[in-house]
């Protein structure tokens, strides 16, 4: 189907097949598009809005008050919106071999009933993605969960000020539960470098986990680039565990201001990702619609990689340690 001039972007000639990764969070469709939709705000603190407004004095333990008051759980589902129906977990197949454990827990949480028998394990088996773990206003720690059980990862974000303490930077990682790289090292927890010239991270020798102990392995780092039209990129770890100089991806809204509605994303020059934000009629008709981001990822890409990419960029837009650094005069 054609593109009417009322858009100015089209899908259908933006989005591009792209050779897939060697490595990839997911393995993507390399043929089709594929659609995904997830409920918007979910890593907003504005329920603690007020809490932030009475903070005048800037000074730690007020940061560390605000950080502990605004703190609270996340949990909600990104699921295929459009195109192949996900695989049902617990669809029974002709076979004697009894269904992993990981996929008792999964079905626990999508409220479907447990299955004994082995599953079809196919591309879309992981969908829906749970996200859950915790928010507040200078950090977000969600862990990736497919919904076979299996984990595949963790998203993060920290905001910092220069000299170390909570404030005007906020930076984003995602990190596996596999490594990227042969032989990559497990990730580390990571801290402002105060003594760089550059605001640069350094490790902290500490091993960053799963809270089940589970090692990570650094997969991708999301900066802000700080334009107008919200310019984001994103940098693929090296082997060494740090992340390449280089990005791998540029994406931008397609209009000035337009960055909290829409968002479009390239690969090599061509199109990879476009979202978009509407509000969705609820499936149970005494409920409110509800605003959702809906993500379309062209094949050959990751669409694990890019839903991360999506929510983390999502949080960063709020700008709530940039609120919270400027209660008290302003960001550094």
């Known amino acids: 189907m054609g593109c009417g001039a009322s858009r100015p972007i089209c899908e259908a000639e933006f989005l591009q097949a792209h050779s897939k990764q060697r490595s990839n969070l997911i393995e993507p469709d390399e043929v089709a598009i594929t659609y995904v939709w997830y409920p918007a705000d979910r890593t907003n603190t504005s329920k603690h809005i007020s809490l932030i407004n009475s903070i005048v004095a800037v000074n730690t333990s007020s940061f560390a008050k605000a950080e502990r008051s605004s703190k609270h759980d996340v949990d909600f589902l990104a699921t295929l919106s459009e195109g192949p129906l996900p695989v049902v977990v617990g669809t029974p197949i002709q076979v004697s071999s009894s269904m992993p454990d990981s996929n008792q827990s999964a079905n626990a949480f999508l409220g479907q009933p447990a299955d004994t028998t082995a599953i079809a394990w196919q591309p879309n088996y992981r969908w829906p993605i749970r996200l859950h773990g915790t928010n507040s206003i200078f950090e977000l720690r969600l862990q990736m969960t497919a919904q076979s059980g299996e984990v595949i990862g963790l998203l993060l974000t920290k905001a910092v000020q220069d000299n170390g303490g909570p404030g005007n930077h ?159 005069g302003g960001a550094g």
């Open 170 to 328: 906020a930076r984003m990682f995602l990190y596996s539960v596999v490594p990227l790289h042969p032989n990559q090292p497990a990730a580390v927890e990571l801290r402002p470098d105060e003594s760089s010239g550059e605001w640069e991270w350094k490790d902290t020798k500490k091993a960053l986990k799963l809270d089940s102990g589970q090692p990570l392995y650094a997969w991708a780092k999301v900066e802000d680039a700080g334009t107008f039209y919200g310019e984001h990129r994103i940098f693929y770890a090296e082997k060494t565990g740090k992340f390449c100089q280089t990005y791998a991806y540029k994406g931008s809204a397609p209009s000035f201001g337009a960055v909290t509605e829409k968002f479009n994303m390239t690969k090599d020059g061509k199109g990879c990702l476009m979202t978009s934000r509407s509000r969705e009629a609820s499936a149970l008709p005494e409920e409110d619609p509800v605003d959702g981001w809906s993500l379309a990822v062209a094949p050959g890409i990751d669409a694990a990689l890019m839903l991360g990419a999506a929510v983390l960029m999502e949080k960063a837009s709020f700008k709530e340690h940039l609120a919270m650094h400027g209660s008290g």
